[in-house]
């Protein structure tokens, strides 16, 4: 298995514009999360769905911030508008049902301007 | 609110010795906790885990320990190698059935020859 996947590896865009990450989980995973790794707050849990379904969305920062998934092999994260307070790295991670080692992707850097 | 915390954002220490890494939580609800380990440009790996029905788990060079009576864990490698050098993230859930891991800023080992 290639591992979770995640693109792009990296994101330049104005501020304003709308940004969309994407990630491939590991198949028959059924939990899919995305993180936001800072400084201070090293990785912040954003989102998590199992089979599909969002569970816990509290750690989405804002109404800007939202995330599907419309199938078990597929996920995105949207950010609309993007601000320059959300330049990060954004990590999705999946890992079996009732498991709690997740597995993560490589990441994608996000720098707003 | 940071329900997981290491304090320490950086420790070095000597190649062949002790490293000691520390992570405070406060959820007493947490009941499964992990330690991931994150090289530059890469996705954290899972590293080592212990269950709160135990006070110590063993893997080779690296060992857990879990004070449930002071909320602490720490992550001990000996010896202490460079390749170890990498950002470790401390991560705690609730029970097998929830995905919801929080996680630590991350304490940055830097490990000399």
């Known amino acids: 298995d290639a591992g979770v996947i995640q693109s792009p590896r990296h994101e330049v865009t104005e501020m304003g514009q709308e940004v969309t990450l994407r990630c491939k989980p590991i198949?028959?995973?059924?939990?899919l999360f995305w993180y936001r790794q800072t400084m201070m707050r090293g990785l912040e849990l954003l989102i998590y769905?199992?089979?599909?379904?969002?569970?816990?969305d509290s750690g989405m920062p804002e109404d800007r911030f939202s995330a599907k998934m419309p199938n078990a092999s597929f996920s995105t994260l949207k950010i609309q508008p993007s601000e320059p307070r959300d330049s990060a790295v954004y990590f999705c991670?999946?890992?079996?049902?009732?498991?709690?080692?997740?597995?993560f992707g490589q990441g994608t850097r996000l720098t707003v301007v | 609110d940071q329900q997981v915390k290491q304090n320490s954002p950086s420790l070095s220490v000597q190649e062949g010795r002790i490293s000691i890494l520390n992570c405070d939580y406060t959820?007493?609800?947490?009941?499964?906790f992990l330690w991931y380990k994150k090289y530059p440009a890469e996705g954290p790996t899972f590293l080592i885990s212990?269950?709160?029905?135990?006070d110590k788990n063993e893997d080779g060079r690296f060992t857990v320990f879990l004070n449930k009576s002071a909320k602490h864990l720490s992550l001990h490698i000996v010896p202490s190698q460079p390749g170890d050098s990498a950002v470790y993230f401390c991560?705690?859930?609730?029970?097998?059935?929830?995905?919801?891991?929080?996680f630590g800023a991350g304490t940055r080992l830097t490990v000399k020859p």
């Open positions: 991670a999946s890992s079996k049902d009732r498991g709690t080692e997740a597995f």
């Open positions: 198949s028959g995973h059924n939990s």
């Open positions: 769905f199992n089979n599909n379904v969002p569970i816990d």
């Open positions: 959820n007493s609800m947490f009941d499964y």
């Open positions: 212990i269950s709160s029905i135990k």
């Open positions: 991560a705690a859930s609730i029970g097998v059935s929830d995905n919801d891991m929080r």
